[in-house]
């Protein structure tokens, strides 16, 4: 709902503020005192383009700002798809600088202005002569009709299982696409694990292993001759490590007695002994050990030359890395198992998913079909009343296949023709803009309790009629703002009587330049105006009890 028009620096518009009542508000107004031009600021905040040509004083910026409820309209998803703060009254704010450049904010954040104007046009419905008018869409005629139908909960339940059948149908059209590329890459995959398992590794360590047993076993006779020539500087003749150690002990063991530092010296040659006898005999076991074998020299020197070859190849440099390779492989030959079972999963799953949708789908069609009648009948029965005798709605609606959507399975046509013998055609080929605006009114008056309708801005919508066809106008926009907020500019005192409040457009010269001011009627003020509207500038007393007695009878 809009609760507050904020207008700066506009056309003739210096300052204005406009609060409409949460019911009908009827604006009048002498002719181009800027009734017009209060939509026209209005569509800014619609989305609408606009250049320097609005600047009411071309050095400073255009201002409009409208202020909206949105209680009732379940927008907090828009406002999560585009990652702005939702509050239930939010702000609309369009500004045009002297240079041209337009910006956009809700709640005082830029955005762009098509994200302003998709948000604003589920908040507020304009109609004037020649703009694409929300009758014209197909997803309103379908929601017309499945207001009138009276299955929003079923049509609610419908979206939910469509959402979710499109999400899987998402999926797996991403899956069945890796996997296609998957499939490509497969062979090659599998040659490549081939490889690498053949090897059967299993210790990180194992190519430092290979590398030292190879290079003992390629250096085996240098090994055991400088292990000998060790063995025997330790302990192979008289004059060996072993043996003068030896005989440095003979020489201080008689001394341990006499002194403590003595004994203890003698400790540590003991153990210096028994640490070379040690050496001795483990350098023993290693020449012993080490022996020259060409067979085993080529099985290593293979083993690395293909753990060589591979680490190169995959532009590895540590056999840690290599086996690291081979994990990721495995992860993916073991994906490509788990992406094939879960897309047969998802093909069975949507193959059902789809036969329920279809189902209900059908049922939502014959319910529309049926809608569709009955509202064709009530709005061709209206038309004469509003001041189109001649006129024509026709409702189409037919089923486009067996491939459920995300409405259902229904093609939704609305075609009218203004006079008889004319072919009915798609309401957006049809110009007249007050013929328009009444059909609107007719079919939303019929509707208005069954569904969410944004705040309704009808002008011209008093083109070409009078008399009780106008009370008849001004009687659907009062019932219609039983339920939702209507604004609408007349020039009739029938429709303008209606209103919950009437707001009055005027002129004034202020400092040489001609400005729009606003006024809220009440009383006395409220009834002049009417009568004015009655019988002209100075109405007469009749005038006077007509304007009191259509403020009488609203």
Known sequence: MLTSLFIQNYAIIDRLELQPDKGLTTITGETGAGKSILLGALSLVLGKRADTSV???????????????????ALEHFFAQHE??????????????????????????????TVLRDLASQIIDLHQQHETLELGQQAFQRQVLDALAGHEKQMQAYRRAYRAYSADSKELKYLQEADRQAQQEADYLAFQLQEVKALELEDPKEQERLEEELDTLTHAEHIKQGLFAAQQALGGHEQSATEVLAQVQQALRPLTGYNQQIEQLYQRLDSAMAELQDIQREMEHVEQSVTLDEEQIQTLQDRLNEIYRLEKKHGVNTLAELMRLQAEWEASQQGMTD??????????????????????????????????????????????????????????????????GPDGIDTIGFYFSANKGATPQPIVKVASGGELSRLMLVIKSLVAASTALPTLIFDEIDTGISGEVALKVGELLHQLADHHQVLVITHLPQIASQGHKHLFVYKEEQNGHTQTRLQALEGDNRVKAIAQMIGGERPSSSALESARELLRMS
Request: with cysteine.
């Open 339 to 404: 992406r094939s079972d879960r897309i047969a999963d998802l093909e069975r799953s949507l193959q059902q998913q789809e036969k329920q949708l279809l189902q209900t789908a059908q049922q939502l069609s014959k319910a529309r079909q049926a809608a569709a009648k009955q509202l064709q009948d009530k709005v061709n029965a209206l038309l004469p009343e509003v001041g189109l005798p001649k006129a024509q709605l026709q409702v189409a609606v037919e089923a486009t296949g067996e491939t459920p």
């Open 55 to 73: 600047l009411f004083n071309r050095a400073e910026k255009c201002i409009v700002e409208a202020t909206v409820t949105l209680n009732n309209y």
């Open 84 to 113: 702005l703060d939702y509050d239930d009254t939010t702000l609309l704010r369009r500004e045009i600088n002297p240079q041209g450049k337009s910006r956009a904010f809700i709640n005082d954040t830029p955005v762009r202005l």
